[in-house]
């Protein structure tokens, strides 16, 4: 594709300092979903809403001695994995990075993205196919979180500034939602814009609004002022999808301010009473594929001993162990571990669920069979590593979010365990997060 620069465009011989100017051509997606270009100095620049194959002019508006950020100025040419965004406030708003590439264009990426972290940060040379996809590219989150403030005694309610990351950018409606949270957070914002009560402001106030599968909402506010009994009335009564109100600090357990304590939900054919806070999958879809993805591996689990790491409410264990295997659960947040307990109530005594620390517990509960870890985003602490790395199981999946913690935990892991397989799936498309399972068998 021309360019349109003549044979050589790029001519930039020094590292540009902050509002200067440079003309790049984008390589890459970097994990955190800018573009990657490079200075004739070598210097690398990360540039937001750019694409493999853009030649662009940008201005730098951060420079250090290695790396800088740049902000388009004009696109000299395009690359072929570009469309137009739907969201009408995607130029500001940061909550998503990929909306400007295809399908097709995303995946590649992400793929590209774990292979390179396997590779640079593991030294594992392992065959990375495209990510798996189901469901929609929109509305497929049945959780979001909006930040809320005040500016000019306006509301203003969204997600932080591509930009500027200390700014919001008023989102009315999410595209990345399903249905009703997009219709609660509307009649939430017409509610609080009619007087009915007022919205939830205050230094680092965040709104999670979450939906179950038959359509009820619930809401938890963290920071602000707790919303009063009356208003939370009315408001509950003009938005008749939302079935319960809760509220708590940064890191409270929250309370209940209104309906109910807990959100009635389905997951693969368990029912679950969800808290307000616990931890489930966002994408419904892409879950349902990543556990076939993995019961086709494990084969029959009928007789195995499983042991599930940072099992969340439980949902994989339960199934499982439904199915004849005799799980271990262990899982730090006692109120996800309680909602698991709840809802595990046909598994014939099968399934033991700890509510500890993973690094307490790991080496009295080997020798299994499988090992399955679904560590949060900081990956495994070391010693679970080393646990791992000599323990005594056969098999081990790691369900990651993250490909960098997901390459050095891999590292560590060996030689004892031949990583076999690795698969990433598209739980986030529209975003730079890319889910990704690898299966391990014992050398």
Not at 18 to 23: I, K, N, P, Q
Not at 114 to 137: M, Y
Not at 390 to 400: D, K, N, P
């Amino acid at each position: 594709m021309s360019t349109g620069l003549g044979s050589d465009p790029i001519k930039d011989q020094e590292p540009a300092v902050v509002g200067a100017f440079a003309t790049l051509r984008v390589d890459r997606i970097a994990a955190g979903g800018d573009g990657v270009g490079r200075e004739e100095s070598g210097r690398v620049v990360f540039v937001p809403r750019t694409a493999p194959g853009d030649v662009v002019r940008v201005e730098i508006v951060e420079a250090k001695p290695r790396w800088a950020r740049g902000r388009v100025r004009e696109y000299v040419d395009r690359g072929d994995g570009r469309r137009q965004a739907l969201c009408p406030v995607y130029g500001e708003c940061g909550g998503c990075r990929l909306q400007h590439l295809t399908p097709a264009e995303q995946r590649r990426s992400k793929r590209d993205l774990v292979e390179s972290a396997l590779r640079r940060i593991g030294s594992l040379d392992v065959e990375v196919p495209d990510p798996i996809s189901s469901g929609n590219e929109f509305a497929y989150r049945n959780r979001v979180t909006f930040s809320s403030g005040l500016s000019d005694g306006t509301l203003v309610a969204g997600f932080r500034t591509i930009y500027d990351p200390g700014a919001l950018a008023d989102v009315r409606q999410c595209l990345l939602a399903e249905d009703p949270i997009v219709e609660a957070w509307d009649g939430m914002r017409r509610a609080w814009a009619g007087g009915i009560c007022e919205p939830p402001v205050g230094p680092d106030t965040r709104i999670t609004v979450r939906s179950a599968i038959d359509g009820a909402v619930d809401v938890l506010v963290r920071g602000g002022r707790p919303t009063g009994a009356e208003a939370l009335r009315d408001l509950m009564e003009e938005v008749p999808g939302i079935v319960g109100w809760h509220h708590g600090g940064s890191r409270d357990v929250p309370r209940c301010l209104a309906g109910e304590d807990t959100l009635a939900d389905r997951w693969q054919g368990t029912a679950f009473d969800l808290p307000a806070d616990v931890f489930l999958q966002v994408n419904r879809e892409v879950s349902a594929s990543l556990d076939g993805w993995l019961d086709v591996r494990a084969g029959d689990v009928g007789g195995l001993r499983i042991l599930d790491l940072y099992s969340g409410v439980g949902a994989r264990a339960i199934r499982w162990a439904n199915e004849g295997a005799h799980v271990t659960a262990c899982e730090v947040d006692e109120r996800a571990v309680g909602a698991c307990r709840k809802a595990a109530g046909g598994s014939s005594g099968r399934l033991a669920v700890i509510a500890d620390r993973v690094e307490n517990r790991i080496a009295e509960l080997l020798p299994v069979d499988l090992v399955v870890v679904n560590p949060p985003r900081a990956g495994l602490s070391r010693k679970v590593s080393e646990e791992l790395a000599t323990g005594s199981a056969e098999r081990l999946a790691y369900v990651s979010c993250d490909p960098a913690t997901l390459a050095r935990d891999l590292g560590r892991l060996q030689p004892g365990w031949s990583v076999d397989e690795v698969q990433p799936f598209d739980a986030f498309p529209q975003t730079a997060h890319v889910e990704t399972v690898a299966w391990l068998n014992r050398c």
